[in-house]
């Protein structure tokens, strides 16, 4: 098993940045494919972006290519997702999930574990 806890959300207006962690529990960490996905009010889960195993690749919903980054640390149990040039839209509630293999990077029932959401907010 796994547990995952998500950190660094907060408020930012237009055009800011901000860095969120995943940070998980366990010495298997690197056996899992680790996604980001997000809620906004009234809304269902969206996938945001994954990333592999080892690091070596990254997919990402077409909404936040060129402006978030994923990137993973193994060896401090901890994945990143750089956010770079916030919009109005993208504020939500941000998750991680962990799973050991996955079909369709994108499907939310892929993923076996869950952490409890980080909010970000991004005004004008």
């Known amino acids: 098993q796994v547990q995952l806890v998500e950190s660094g959300g907060g408020s930012v207006q237009v055009g800011g940045s901000l860095r969120l962690s995943c940070a998980a529990s366990g010495r298997t960490f690197s056996r899992y494919v680790i996604s980001w996905f997000c809620q906004s009010p009234g809304k269902e889960r969206e996938f945001v972006g994954g990333?592999?195993?080892?690091?070596?690749?990254?997919w990402y919903t077409d909404s936040v290519k060129g402006r978030f980054t994923i990137s993973r640390d193994n060896a401090k149990n901890t994945v990143y997702l750089q956010m770079n040039s916030l919009k109005p839209e993208d504020t939500a509630i941000y998750f991680c999930?962990?799973?050991?293999?996955?079909?369709?990077?994108?499907?939310?029932?892929?993923?076996?574990?869950w952490g409890q959401g980080t909010q970000v907010t991004v005004s004008s």
């Open positions: 999930a962990a799973a050991d293999w996955v079909y369709d990077m994108s499907r939310e029932r892929e993923y076996h574990y």
């Open positions: 990333i592999s195993r080892d690091g070596s690749s990254q």
